[in-house]
């Protein structure tokens, strides 16, 4: 009997030691440097930091950011957005500098890439990037390198309301020539005099609007016009040491037509009171003007104060000679750069999320559904809702553009000087327009340098 209990006290004890050993062996630590069993090894973080200067974007690409990241496992994109060009350019150039985390960002035309130049990560292997359309490109290019991808295209031309026209019986979509501009200003001009409108328009109060109290229009969107003949291409308009100014006397008659169709024969001296609201918002939305010169982007605008003046606008290409044919002009607000210096990793998630928004079908719908923009490459654009976005394409399509060059006006030259005589020509009877050319010359070689 005892022998039996020995035996079953034995066989406890072993199981118990049994025990306790196995668990004091799972408890010891792994060697140092080895890794656990089945357990994965750790992989450097596959971040990307995005810096860009659109504000109205900013939710947009944080969601497409997020749609992209779901379609990758294990990456991260931060987007972070610095308002207002002037502040933008501030903060990207110091955190480049700097060596701060930012690995795709925005640049602004061709002197913004020479500046920028040693910080730029050639983009030449994305096989898609020159392919985009009304020579959108061609800013970003230098030599061989593609330095850039434009972030979206967006015209400029004479926005109509299209409505308005009809109700005067004025045919404006024919308008092909300065003359035959002239002739439907003039007769829409008529109809309002004569208190044909005033029941269907009573808030019209003129054919157009020229806001020359801002110095940002007169230098940029309407300089830019002025100029048109002047330049062959981007790096030539950054460089060229002074101003043929080839167009003067379209730009004159140009000019002096926005005038008369803004100041209603009233004296050209009230339009130093005009603002861009007073052309866009409290203009063009609320039925006052029948037509501008404006970009594309108004519609928005526009959209946001009328929903049924927004889908009557139209765009109408600008005719500035009788040689030639009407145009738009085109331009990329923006361009898509990515950090030289950045990682490996974040480089190659910038490629590819670039590649997502531009080349997929996906990326198209977002770009044109949620951010509102134009993709400038075909293969997988979709419509936006804005008529004149429409239109745009259309004119691009036929080869009826130029391309805008502002950006490459020598510094100070556009919202500074240039902006400064054409405010004095519109509000002083006295002052010639060929003193204001010879002075817009002088002072753009000066500013060059």
Known sequence: MLAVAGRVIMMILTVLYTFLSAASCSAQPEPAGLPVQDA???????????LQSREGISLSLQRAAERFVSLNPGVTIRVQTVAGESSYRTALRSRLLSGEDVGLFHIFGHQDMMELREHLDDLSDLSWARRAQADSILPVVDAQAVLGVPYALEGMGLIYNRDIFLAAGVDIASASSPEALSEVFSALREEMYMGNLIEAYPG????????????????????????????????QAANAPFLAFVGEED??????LLAGGASMGSGWQGLLTSTRADQVESGLAAGRVAVVHQSTGVYKNVLALSGDIAAALSLLPIPLSEEEESVIYTEAPAFWAVNAAASKEAKAIARDF???LYQSEEGGKLLAEDFGIVSPYLEYYTPTQSPLDGELMRYISEGRFKPRYWREFPKGWDTGAAAVILRRYLGEPDYPWEEAVRQMKEDWTVLRG
């Open 204 to 235: 019209l109060k003129a054919v157009t609007a020229l806001p020359a109290q801002d110095y940002s229009y007169l230098g940029r969107m309407l300089a830019d016009v002025l100029l048109t003949g002047e330049f062959s291409s981007p790096p």
């Open 251 to 256: 730009a004159e008659e140009y000019l002096a």
């Open 354 to 356: 670039l590649s997502f």
């Open 40 to 50: 994965p090894l750790e992989t450097p973080d596959k971040i990307l930091t995005i």
